[in-house]
């Protein structure tokens, strides 16, 4: 069914793309939001990526590759609204962020709440100072459940490397919590 609906839309039949982003929205809602920690930068770059997925849906080759093609438009799609945040943030204090409207924020980018427990302030802020390629790598393992080999076909990267990268973004995760608890 999922492949008819990607080869239909690959042939311009905007209903069937429309059924296929119905289905995967959700999804790829939570990825992005756990990525970029902020609802309105994760609803953006759903946007976004589904409108990039649209606009590029001829040279995807494989429909049986749909969901690692489009994976690595998502994790792309969220490095970019993470360096445009990066630009977009104004005033640190407190450990809290202004941004440009002026709303007051966590520096993870979530709401602040008074009532969040130190130690899940501490693991939000660290996670925040993680870069874009180290969030996408624990959250597509840790919060998606994929297998390595999945994760290397989202990314586009051989399965070592995969390996070796969620290593390297466990141990940057640690040194970020180990800074926030001193």
Same mark, same amino acid.
């Given at each position: 069914?999922?492949?008819?609906?990607?080869?239909?839309?690959?042939?311009?039949?905007?209903?069937?793309?429309?059924?296929?982003?119905?289905?995967?929205?959700?999804?790829?809602?939570?990825?992005?939001?756990?990525?970029?920690?902020?609802?309105?930068?994760?609803?953006?770059?759903?946007?976004?990526?589904?409108?990039?997925?649209?606009?590029?849906?001829?040279?995807? *080759?494989?429909?049986? &590759?749909?969901? %690692?093609?489009?994976?690595? /438009? +998502? !994790?792309?799609?969220? $490095?970019?609204? @993470?360096?445009?945040?990066?630009?977009?943030?104004?005033?640190?204090?407190?450990?809290?962020?202004?941004?440009?409207?002026?709303?007051?924020?966590?520096?993870?980018?979530?709401?602040?709440?008074?009532?969040?427990?130190?130690?899940?302030?501490?693991?939000? *802020?660290?996670?925040? &100072?993680?870069? %874009?390629?180290?969030?996408? /790598? +624990? !959250?597509?393992?840790? $919060?998606?459940? @994929?297998?390595?080999?999945?994760?290397?076909?989202?990314?586009?990267?051989?399965?070592?490397?995969?390996?070796?990268?969620?290593?390297?973004?466990?141990?940057?995760?640690?040194?970020?919590?180990?800074?926030?608890?001193?």
């Amino acid at each position: 069914m999922e492949r008819a609906l990607i080869e239909q839309a690959q042939k311009g039949d905007r209903g069937a793309f429309d059924a296929l982003v119905r289905r995967k929205v959700d999804a790829v809602y939570g990825t992005a939001l756990a990525i970029l920690g902020h609802e309105a930068d994760a609803q953006d770059a759903v946007q976004e990526a589904f409108v990039a997925a649209w606009r590029s849906l001829g040279a995807l *080759r494989d429909t049986d &590759r749909f969901d %690692a093609w489009f994976g690595r /438009i +998502l !994790v792309n799609t969220c $490095r970019m609204s @993470l360096r445009r945040r990066k630009v977009r943030q104004i005033e640190v204090t407190d450990g809290s962020i202004l941004d440009g409207s002026g709303a007051r924020e966590r520096a993870a980018g979530g709401p602040a709440f008074d009532d969040v427990t130190a130690s899940a302030e501490s693991f939000d *802020r660290a996670f925040g &100072r993680l870069n %874009a390629d180290e969030r996408a /790598i +624990l !959250v597509l393992h840790h $919060r998606e459940d @994929l297998p390595v080999a999945d994760i290397a076909a989202r990314l586009g990267i051989p399965a070592g490397t995969v390996k070796s990268r969620l290593f390297a973004a466990r141990r940057a995760l640690e040194r970020a919590i180990a800074r926030e608890d001193r």
